[in-house]
């Protein structure tokens, strides 16, 4: 017995399974003399439905994770190098695949037996949204065992971490005009406020 798998078996539940799997799981561990691991096991928290059936998208469809945290990559990428134009591009199939993300989600917890609710729907945008804007967020979620939904608006930090650090006296990207690296400034700034 070892706290991962342990970690890994209790998130993988249903939701209403959590509680009494991971109490007979910490119980088991501390008759075994493992009281380290017993108390590992007794602080784990179960999931709100949002993080559930997000934990539930990671497992079943990782490749779709995986979409996230290369889009999140290429949008930062794009940032750091100023680039409006595929800026726009990922930002609007950031909205697509975070859409159709949702959607899937939805569908695996109806399959499962617990419809998603537009309050929850809302959470899982904001988490896939999150894990866009932020690589952290992506690995949380990959790891499959998030406990509340993630706020995008934390995770932007890390997307826009160095949007307008460069002065534009400082650096106008090659062929371009002052009026140029304005304007990507502005696209970067309307994008902050979308992602938040």
Same mark, same amino acid.
């Given at each position: 017995? =070892?706290?991962?798998?342990?970690? =890994? @078996?209790?998130?993988?539940?249903? /939701?209403?399974?959590? &509680?009494?799997?991971?109490?007979?799981?910490?119980?088991?561990?501390?008759?075994?003399?493992?009281?380290?691991?017993? @108390?590992?096991?007794?602080?784990?928290?179960?999931?709100?439905? %949002?993080?559930?059936?997000?934990?539930?998208?990671?497992?079943?469809?990782?490749?779709?994770? !995986?979409?996230?945290?290369?889009?999140? =990559?290429?949008?930062?990428? #794009?940032?750091?190098?100023?680039?409006?134009?595929?800026?726009?591009?990922?930002? $609007?199939? !950031?909205?697509?695949?975070? +859409?159709?993300?949702?959607?899937?989600?939805?569908?695996? #917890? !109806?399959?499962?037996? +617990?419809?998603?609710?537009?309050?929850?729907?809302?959470?899982?945008?904001? $988490?896939? $949204?999150? %894990?866009?804007?932020?690589?952290?967020?992506?690995?949380?979620?990959?790891?499959?065992?998030? &406990?509340?939904?993630?706020?995008?608006? =934390?995770?932007?930090?890390?997307?826009?971490? @160095? %949007?307008?650090?460069?002065?534009?006296? @400082?650096?106008?990207?090659?062929?371009? $005009? /002052?009026?140029?690296?304005?304007?990507? /400034?502005?696209?970067?700034? !309307?994008?902050?406020?979308?992602?938040?």
């Amino acid at each position: 017995m =070892d706290f991962e798998s342990v970690a =890994d @078996e209790l998130y993988a539940l249903p /939701r209403d399974e959590f &509680t009494a799997a991971r109490n007979a799981a910490a119980k088991q561990a501390r008759e075994q003399g493992h009281c380290e691991l017993a @108390e590992q096991i007794g602080a784990l928290h179960r999931p709100s439905t %949002a993080a559930w059936v997000a934990n539930l998208m990671a497992r079943e469809q990782p490749g779709e994770i !995986r979409a996230l945290v290369e889009l999140g =990559d290429g949008l930062r990428e #794009a940032q750091h190098r100023l680039q409006g134009d595929e800026l726009r591009r990922l930002s $609007t199939q !950031r909205h697509q695949l975070v +859409h159709g993300l949702v959607q899937q989600a939805q569908a695996l #917890a !109806r399959a499962a037996g +617990h419809p998603a609710s537009e309050s929850v729907s809302r959470e899982l945008s904001n $988490t896939f $949204t999150a %894990a866009v804007n932020s690589s952290a967020a992506a690995q949380a979620l990959a790891g499959g065992r998030l &406990t509340s939904a993630l706020d995008p608006a =934390d995770a932007a930090v890390e997307l826009f971490a @160095e %949007a307008g650090t460069a002065q534009a006296s @400082e650096h106008v990207p090659d062929g371009g $005009t /002052r009026q140029d690296d304005d304007r990507l /400034r502005q696209e970067l700034e !309307r994008l902050r406020r979308e992602a938040a």
